[in-house]
């Protein structure tokens, strides 16, 4: 079955730090960029970092120095780190692999509040 399963979300307090997973099929890992977005309640959801499939990445300004992507190509998993985590990312959180018309995830669940 073609998918993507995120896992690693929970509840955290602001400033400290999560690590996202994101196990996916060979088919959709394999040569392609996979990006971490995420979805605030009554927001539109938002790219939040890529990989590409050579490994350069890239990040909207808001969790630059705060998150790092990146990717293990022998167990075609993503991964982000999220560090000084703030009441803002609150979100679920999504992998993806943008443009290939494959379907979303479940999403794991990110809450920071004290």
């Known amino acids: 079955q073609v998918q993507v399963v995120e896992s690693g979300g929970g509840l955290v307090q602001p400033g400290g730090s999560l690590r996202l997973s994101c196990a996916a099929s060979g088919s959709i890992f394999r040569g392609n960029n996979m990006g971490w977005y995420r979805q605030a309640p009554g927001k539109e959801r938002e790219l939040v970092a890529l990989?590409?499939?050579?490994?350069?990445?890239i990040y909207v300004d808001s969790v630059k120095g705060r998150f790092t992507i990146s990717r293990d190509n022998a167990k075609n998993t993503v991964y982000l780190q999220m560090n000084s985590l703030k009441p803002e990312d609150t979100a679920v959180y999504y992998c993806h692999a943008p443009g290939l018309g494959y379907p979303w995830g479940q999403g794991t669940q990110v809450t920071v509040s004290s």
């Open positions: 990989i590409t499939s050579s490994g350069t990445t």
